[in-house]
């Protein structure tokens, strides 16, 4: 076994142990660059390689302590330390080329784009992932949007780094995890699929091809659904876009009443005393009555939060794309989803004859 000194070979105690045990069944001949050769079959060379080893822990140990001090102060004092840092130089100022897709994963989040869907959308683009190559996962792309660099927060100390988003932004991103599931998350691959209900049932409608080849949005046939309500994909989604483009100048002028600080410490808190309760009741500490009626408590904050939340990021949607309505044919279907979900709180396709109007069979509800 050759190696470039004894210490390089281990530097815990315990690891040469293993290696000694080893040397007893097969012995062999360890040979070092630096420092000569040493016969590790014998107690003397064993005696040796025990001394340098122990020496090399206490080295190690001595370093990451100096280390680990060293970052200690640069947190302390409001600087990036360990590692690197995506988007950033050592310096802390923004990296334009990072810089610049922290800015693209950022707005597609508050746009409503899941971390799934981003992280396809900057693969396909061939963007440089952080660990190297051009493939993203989901993981990734979250481990950056709950980074505390992006965010300018070191636990309890505020960065002193440049920043590369908003205090607003920075509250709505740590929000939306907070708030009920959106359902433009649900599905990319058409502009309404498992968005829009069937009238009959209430179920989300699937996508579907039918035996001639038509595209169609239909309901289940399943125990739950009644499976009898179909509409033509193409037609509907015309209907829809058409339809949306009318309430967009609407819903963008209702405001939101709460700034994004004070939805997230209201979202914050009644997460937590959901959590709370749950833990209470399931250890026998209330009774089901008093679980019952603080879990509503609860949700009823989460629900007037979230109302206030969506209207947030409707602003900032229309703000990103002013004319969405009339140009979301060149947006990826991802983005579309989101145009529609932003002014739209539920989407009805209701069941009907040929003979019928067909857009008398959609029914938009818009949001609050």
Known sequence: MVVWHLDRLYRKPRELEQLLDLLDVRPIRVESVQGGSFDLNRHEGRLFARQLVAFANYESAHKGARVARAQQQRATRGLLHGGRHYGYLDNGTLYPPEAWTLR????????????????????????????????????????????????????????????????????????????????????????????????????????????????????????????????????????????????????????????????????TAASTEMITAAEQYGAGKITHEVFLRRRRRSTSIIAEADTDLRRHLRVKLLRQHPDAASTIDVLAVGHQRTIIDAPVSCLTIQPGRPSESFDSRIELRPRA
């Not at 829009?196 to 595209?215: D, E, F, I, W, Y």
């Open 104 to 267: 693209r994963i950022v707005d597609s989040y508050l746009a409503g784009l899941s971390v799934a869907l981003i992280a396809r959308q900057l693969t396909h683009a061939g963007i440089p992932a952080p660990a190297g190559g051009t493939s993203w996962g989901a993981t990734t792309v979250r481990a950056i949007l709950t980074s505390s660099r992006l965010h300018a927060q070191r636990g309890a100390h505020q960065g002193r780094w440049e920043r590369a988003i908003t205090p607003d932004e920075s509250a709505l991103i740590r929000a939306i995890p907070l708030g009920p599931r959106r359902d433009a998350t649900r599905s990319s691959a058409t502009l309404l699929g498992a968005m829009a209900r069937c009238g009959r049932c209430g179920n989300r409608l699937v996508s579907a091809v039918t035996s001639k080849g038509q595209r169609v949005y239909r309901c289940r046939a399943q125990s739950t659904s009644c499976g009898r309500v179909a509409a033509d994909m193409q037609r509907t989604d015309r209907a829809v876009i058409s339809e949306v483009a009318r309430l967009q100048s609407s819903a963008s002028t209702r405001l939101p009443v709460c700034t994004p600080a004070t939805l997230l410490a209201m979202l």
